[in-house]
């Protein structure tokens, strides 16, 4: 398996623009999770689906945050506008979230640049 | 909400000396505690991960311990090496109740010196 696949890996945008990141999960995962890092506030969950559907999107910082999964191989997060505080790394996360292993197996990451 | 404290945030270790990262959490329902590791510009990989029904967990190197009474687990690197070097996040989930929610403690930044 080639493991949780993001794109795009680096993103460079200006101020008021849109943004959407994808995330592919493995397959066969039933969550999938977006994180947010930075030097400052650490790795914070944003949302998670379960089996397509959100659970718990208390992390999303605002309504300019916005997901979606519309189906079991496919997520996307999108923030409209982007602000410079935006600027982070972005994680996507699957798991298999059964009883043997709820292990949380991380995307490379999308690195975010808002100017 | 759960609120996980992780100490040190920096630590330095002579090269095959032991390594001790310190976490509490808050929330008595956590039962599901897993460690994972961040080598620099890499994603975070789990390293170890512990349950309430058990006390401690071996993985060659590397242990974890888990007092629920004082609601704190802490990860133990013997032998260290530089390979090690990395920052490390404890981490906390009720599953009890279907919530896979993982709350990150800040992170350690290990530093084996050869």
């Known amino acids: 398996d080639a493991g949780v696949i993001q794109s795009p890996r680096h993103e460079v945008t200006e101020m008021g623009q849109e943004v959407t990141l994808r995330c592919k999960p493995i397959?066969?995962?039933?969550?999938l999770f977006w994180y947010r890092q930075t030097m400052m506030r650490g790795l914070e969950l944003l949302i998670y689906?379960?089996?397509?559907?959100?659970?718990?999107d208390s992390g999303m910082p605002e309504d300019r945050f916005s997901a979606k999964m519309p189906n079991a191989s496919f997520s996307t997060l999108k923030i409209q506008p982007s602000e410079p505080r935006d600027s982070a790394v972005y994680f996507c996360?699957?798991?298999?979230?059964?009883?043997?292993?709820?292990?949380?197996?991380f995307g490379p990451g999308t690195r975010l640049t808002v100017t | 909400g759960e609120n996980v404290e992780q100490h040190p945030s920096t630590l330095s270790v002579q090269e095959g000396d032991s390594a001790v990262i310190k976490c509490t959490y808050s929330?008595?329902?956590?039962?599901?505690f897993p460690w994972y590791k961040q080598e620099l510009g890499k994603r975070p990989q789990l390293i170890i991960d512990?349950?309430?029904?058990?006390g401690e967990k071996k993985d060659q190197r590397i242990a974890v311990t888990l007092n629920k009474t004082a609601k704190h687990f802490s990860l133990h690197i013997t032998e260290t090496q530089p390979e090690d070097s990395a920052v490390y996040f404890c981490?906390?989930?009720?599953?009890?109740?279907?919530?896979?929610?993982?709350?990150f403690g800040t992170g350690t930044r290990l530093t084996i010196i050869p």
């Open positions: 996360a699957s798991s298999p979230a059964s009883g043997k292993s709820y292990e949380q197996y």
């Open positions: 397959s066969g995962h039933n969550s």
């Open positions: 689906f379960n089996n397509n559907v959100p659970i718990d």
């Open positions: 929330d008595s329902a956590s039962n599901y």
């Open positions: 512990i349950r309430s029904n058990v």
């Open positions: 981490a906390a989930s009720s599953l009890n109740f279907g919530n896979e929610k993982l709350t």
